[in-house]
């Protein structure tokens, strides 16, 4: 059953990511490039703001992640335990899920930009006198923009991953852990956290990965300069100069290296801690 | 009239001849066709017409009027191929080049200028010359510089012109009561008017041909870069360009540290009232704003008094099309005056034409005067005598890349 969908995901991923190498190394015979070589790779290590752009990225995808985690987590217990019965409070919350990111990017730029409705609405009610006293919220230089727009966007997906767990086996143990008079805080460390772990890690590595290498959200709400990993990538793609092409994709290829890392290192550490029994 | 014409593009065509073969070697395909022979083997052709299709209006006119009417007259059916960046048409017929596939290619006729148009060139991917045999040719004032060399780039009648851009600037006359009228007096306004000017960041279209006017302006010439490329000469006055934008940077919107990313983002600045400026290549944009809604309707347009930049954009036939008579029919129709004459309706595109109103009979000249001009857009006299041509797309390029290290990363 699985294998013509794999043999799909397989012939298009794989076959991109090999044409990308091919090309990052160098190799595009039709204008004439038709050896093996490193440079663009170097090329992109090597470049000052290479480092800037990797931490940058490192920061936008880290903080949105963390702090949807921890919502999200906050979320699925409200969920379970005080809204279980409330239709109205599920459906809400799956809203975002539907919502693309790119339409989440722009209605951030209308509601917070500023001159946008937060701000108008700022100045009707005499809380600012005018929209130069609103503070930067996109464009901005820590991020703020993005990083709203994908926390909100996220904390749906974490908090659905995480309560589909929580409904199916998290309510019994509980139970058994208040009748051995284990106190809420006991009770959340020691059975839910290790219940909804698995889940909650997977979630998170996802919405990591893709904010990592995701290019609209940033490309409209980031600065300038200094840019996002994957809008460098674009820039160097887009290039006029059919030579800067090979020094894009080789970006490209850098982002899928560091999300591919990001999956080994925390597989890695998980397998770790199981292994020395750490509850988790 | 019709002297000058040939006068000019004889030598020319010579030269695009010896060119070509000097450079590419390659079998010139025979062009010494009359055009009556060009339309016999025209009618029944498909033409297969590669566009950027990203243009509503554009995409209505080809599709609709133009499709029509070449039909009727020429017998030939055209079909539109709407592509997202012409250059992946390009890179295509580069990879056709080097497979040996000369002729019965797929691609008839495309829709290009400025740097495609020097990859094409100069790879030797175009038919021709073949503009001198279309009979409209002689409604085209080859003597215009922005028709006569695409971004520097000598046309030699490798490709025939379609219609033409112009920058011009946006503003509100009620906040902005008067303007300043060169570049010189709006380098000092924005000093005075702190966070109330902002451009696109380069290489966006709009924000690169902002920096190419401030470097027309320190360099108070324009002329002589039209030539051949002065490294040690172009090194001074980028660095001038660059030194001014810097100096000016903190002046701008948001201190300079972040640029709106396209022209769009800048007219919704200054609808928003966040900049009192905005730039476009199109100039009857600012009055379609006022029509959609976006700009109140004290919004006007003006042009530099020494001018501003306009370009040509150009058909072309690559070198192995399989129907080149048919694509020849198209492009002469294009320069007809009836085709420029609903191209130029703001109803239909409201392009500027790429014809001289002036060589038409006093009945077609009439007829552009009574076009519906919008409120904000200048009369052609005013948009016509106050035009500067491109520089050559390497300077383009240069600056592209020194406003990236120099204005934006401050190395």
Known sequence: MVTPALAVVTALFGGGLVLGLAQSLGFVPAVGMDSLTVTHFT????????????????????????????????????????????????????????????????????????????????????????????????????????LLTYVWKEIPFITLMILAVLRRSGMQLLDVGRTLKANSWQRFRYITLPTIFPSLGAACLIVFAYTFGAFEVPFLLGQTYPMMLPVWAYKNYSDVDLLARPEGIAAGLVIAGVVIAAIAISQALTQAARRRGVVL | MQNTVTAHSFPMRCLGLILVVFAFCLPLQSVALTWDEIKQKARGQTVNWFMWGGFPSTNAYVNGYVARRVKEQYGVKLRQVPVKDISEVVSKILVEKQAGKHEGGEVDLMWINGENFRTCKRNGLL?????????????????????????????????????????????????????????????????????????????????????????????????????????????????????????????????????????????????????????????????????????????????????????????????????????????????????????????????????????????????????????????????????????????????????????????
């Open chain 1, 43 to 146: 090329n992109v290590l090597g470049d000052p703001d290479f480092i800037d752009s990797l931490l940058l990225t490192l920061y936008i995808s880290g903080t949105s992640t963390a702090v949807a985690a921890v919502i999200s987590t906050a979320m699925a217990l409200i969920l379970v335990f005080v809204a279980q019965k409330n239709r109205l409070v599920h459906f809400v919350f799956q809203i975002p899920l539907t919502v693309p990111h790119l339409v989440i990017a722009v209605a951030v730029v209308f509601m917070l930009a500023p001159t946008g409705l937060v701000s108008r609405m700022a100045i009707k009610l005499g809380i600012i006198d005018s929209s130069a006293s609103f503070p930067l919220l996109i464009n901005d230089r820590c991020g703020i923009g993005i």
């Open chain 2, 127 to 411: 038919y021709g010359p073949f503009a001198d045999l279309l009979p409209n040719q002689k409604l085209v004032d080859w003597s215009r510089p922005s028709v006569r060399n695409d971004f520097g780039e000598p046309v030699e009648g490798l490709e025939s012109p379609w219609g033409s851009a112009q920058v011009v600037m946006i503003y509100d006359s009620k906040r902005t009561p008067s303007p300043p009228r060169t570049m010189g007096d709006l380098l000092n306004w924005i000093r005075h008017n702190p966070g109330r000017f902002a451009y696109p960041a380069p290489p966006d279209f709009t924000g690169s041909v902002f920096v190419r006017h401030v470097f027309y302006h320190v360099t108070g010439d324009v002329e002589s870069w039209q030539g051949t490329f002065d490294e040690k000469r172009f090194e001074a006055a980028a660095t001038k360009t660059y030194d001014v934008l810097k100096e000016i940077s903190p002046y701008l919107w948001r201190q300079g540290k972040t640029y709106p990313e396209n022209p769009i983002r800048l007219s919704h600045l200054l609808a928003d009232g966040e900049v009192d400026f905005a730039i476009s290549y199109h100039p009857a944009e600012a009055s379609k704003g006022i029509h959609d809604g976006l700009y109140p309707d004290t919004v006007r347009t003006f042009v530099f008094e020494e001018g501003t930049i306009s370009n040509t954009h150009f058909v072309a036939i690559p070198f192995n099309a399989a129907h080149k008579e048919g694509a020849m029919a198209v492009a002469d129709f294009l320069i007809s005056p009836e085709a420029q004459l609903k191209k130029a309706d703001p109803e239909v595109w409201g392009d500027l034409p790429a014809i001289d109103i002036q060589r038409l009979d006093a009945t077609w000249q009439k007829k552009f005067d009574q076009l519906p001009r919008g409120i904000a857009t200048l009369s052609n006299e005013e948009l016509q005598h106050h035009q500067l041509p491109e520089p050559p797309s390497e300077i383009l390029i240069r600056l592209e890349q020194g406003w990236d290290r120099h204005v934006l990363k401050k190395r």
